[in-house]
């Protein structure tokens, strides 16, 4: 496996044991389909979390969660479409979040979540 993709591991790990930390129940991860993939698809009460995770190893282009750009959160909600039509257990609320891993090595892993971004 390349480095970037050991990086992109470990964000969506530490990302993924945040959220149920957080009470929340993951669903899906790595989902994928013909039009791309999403990161961690989560319940938070009753509400579906489409949860897109961004990790760097420093801070030198900005924090993580700044990367989802306009474009990002539309392909978001395309996938999310997709998603729920082959997952049709009828959610009523659904959420965009944005969860920022920063795993500069020798230091302790942060996190930013970011709620409702898109």
Do not use: Q
Not at 69 to 77: D, H, N
């Amino acid at each position: 496996m390349r480095g970037k993709d050991l990086l992109g591991s470990h964000g969506e790990d530490a990302a993924a044991r945040y959220l149920v930390g957080l009470g929340f129940e993951i669903l899906d991860r790595n989902w994928s389909c013909a039009e791309g993939e999403l990161d961690i698809v989560a319940r938070d009460g009753g509400v579906l979390v489409v949860c897109e995770v961004k990790t760097r190893s420093g801070l030198g282009f900005g924090a993580p969660v700044e990367a989802v750009t306009v474009a990002k959160a539309r392909r978001l909600r395309r996938l999310a479409a997709l998603w729920l039509a082959a997952h049709p257990a009828g959610y009523s609320d659904i959420r965009f979040d944005v969860v920022g891993v920063v795993a500069i090595p020798g230091e302790n892993t942060r996190i930013e979540h970011l709620r409702a971004v898109c």
